[in-house]
């Protein structure tokens, strides 16, 4: 793939459960950065959740209904008996500026290898198994504690294939960086997009030389 991509660009946040991924998701849809794509879901909304924000809730007869008509065009289902889907509009281009959305990781490369986007993978985790149990503690999922720190392992082998590996120990750090990862991709798809637009106006040229490099490397 070319260095210089000026597809839209498609963030999407991935990591177990309790390791930051909604507070990644508020800080970007609240600095206005980046628009969220909220994902289906057959599960109740939680006390925190707004619906048609942070989930698309509904009924599971509902959601195959979508399903099948092509609103929804990939799922999974969690080890609650709950469905998760991603929406069409994540693979198309739409013109439109840098989405978000939160996808678990087979979503992701499933989601990554259709879209019509530049699609950046951002996995958030905690260094430790001890720190996640405890938020999930704080959470009033420690009955399910267990569990989701199996799928936390299992989803730590998907890692590699992600752009950016983010910890979320310290928050400010966290959102340092995350706010860093954010602004350099859209500055590098902003400066190709430009260059590619000089290209036409003016210098038919310019790529070319970079085009032989890559060809003959």
Do not use: C
Not at 134 to 154: C, F, K, P, W
């Amino acid at each position: 793939m070319s260095h210089l991509d000026a597809r839209p660009l498609m963030f999407v946040v991935s990591g177990p459960s309790g390791a930051g991924k909604g507070t990644a998701l508020r800080f970007l849809t609240e600095r206005s950065l980046l628009q969220r794509v909220p994902t289906y879901t057959t599960r109740q909304p939680r006390e925190h959740e707004k619906p048609g924000e942070d989930y698309v809730f509904v009924s599971e007869e509902e959601f195959f209904r979508l399903h099948d008509e092509g609103t929804i065009f990939e799922y999974t289902r969690t080890y609650s008996a709950s469905y998760y889907g991603s929406p069409q509009r994540l693979l198309a281009d739409g013109q439109s500026g840098p989405l978000l959305t939160e996808l678990d990781p087979g979503g992701f490369v499933r989601v990554r290898a259709a879209s019509q986007r530049r699609v950046i993978g951002i996995f958030v985790t905690t260094a430790s198994e001890d720190e996640l149990r405890h938020r999930l503690h704080l959470r009033g999922q420690g009955d399910e504690a267990n569990q989701r720190l199996r799928i936390r392992t299992d989803q730590l082998t998907w890692a590699w294939v992600y752009d950016y590996v983010l910890l979320n120990e310290d928050r400010e750090q966290f959102l340092r960086d995350l706010e860093t990862v954010v602004r350099s991709e859209i500055l590098r798809s902003d400066g190709a997009r430009r260059m590619l637009e000089l290209k036409a106006e003016s210098n038919p040229t310019l790529l070319d030389a970079e085009d032989s490099r890559k060809n003959s490397g």
